[in-house]
């Protein structure tokens, strides 16, 4: 199927549908990705297929997940369904980050986080801002494996990967994160404890089932 697309309109693509544009002219667009929070359900087994088929990934899963979690103003629905991910997310970066030790990686170093410092970031990764896995072309940000002699940076599923086949490759590697491992593994409990604290404030709303209008 294809269309014209005139000033003012709008196209919504659909998880795992393809696009292409063909412009005959100057162009001016811009693309904005939304999702309902049910989306969150699937989120993962979409960045997997993604991962394994080594299409670059537009943004990173893990991200939107922590800014989710430690979000002041998310509702406590949102918290409650996005626990599980953060529970899995947290154990599967401890135990990777746990078989690198095991490998004797030594150096590492903590990254900005690009809201702390956006500037300093923007130095260390280059004009987009952003670091990718040189293999699965991931879009890394709680941790990575910087490669120094390659110049070339790895999600750690290949970091490992890689390290298994040439052990002597580790003396040129550092472990570079945004969270540590403490913060991983206090994050469900912050966000669990999140969510009681909202409920306890909670106020019952006495306009409750009227019209949106007459909440304001
Ligand atoms: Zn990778």
Redo the contacts with the bound molecule.
């Keep these: 199927m294809y269309r014209y697309v005139d000033p003012g309109q709008f196209i919504i693509v659909f998880p795992k549908a393809f696009t292409s544009c063909i412009s005959t002219g100057y162009v001016v667009s811009e693309s904005v990705y939304f999702a309902p929070p049910y989306w969150l359900k699937t989120a993962r087994n979409l960045f997997d297929d993604l ?1 394994n088929s080594r299409e670059p990934s537009m943004f990173s899963l893990d991200r939107l997940l922590l800014s989710i979690a430690l979000d002041a103003k998310c509702s406590t629905e949102i918290l409650r369904q996005i626990i599980p991910h953060i529970e899995e997310l947290c154990q599967q970066e401890r135990a990777k980050r746990d078989k690198l030790n095991n490998f004797g990686m030594m150096e590492t170093e903590r990254m900005p986080l690009p809201d702390a410092n956006i500037r300093k970031r923007k130095r260390l990764q280059g004009e987009e801002g952003d670091y990718e ?1 040189e ?2 072309r ?1 879009n890394l940000y709680i941790s990575m494996v910087f490669d120094t002699q390659e110049g070339v940076t ?2 750690l ?2 970091a490992v990967e890689m390290i298994k086949n040439k052990k002597s490759q580790i003396n040129n590697c550092k472990f570079m994160f945004s969270y540590d491992y403490k913060e991983l593994t206090d994050l469900p409990n912050k966000v669990k404890l999140a969510i009681e604290t909202k409920s306890q404030k909670k106020v019952p709303n006495k306009y409750a089932g009227m019209p949106t209008l007459l909440n304001k």
């Design positions: 991962k896995c293999i699965c991931m790895y999600c599923d290949h």
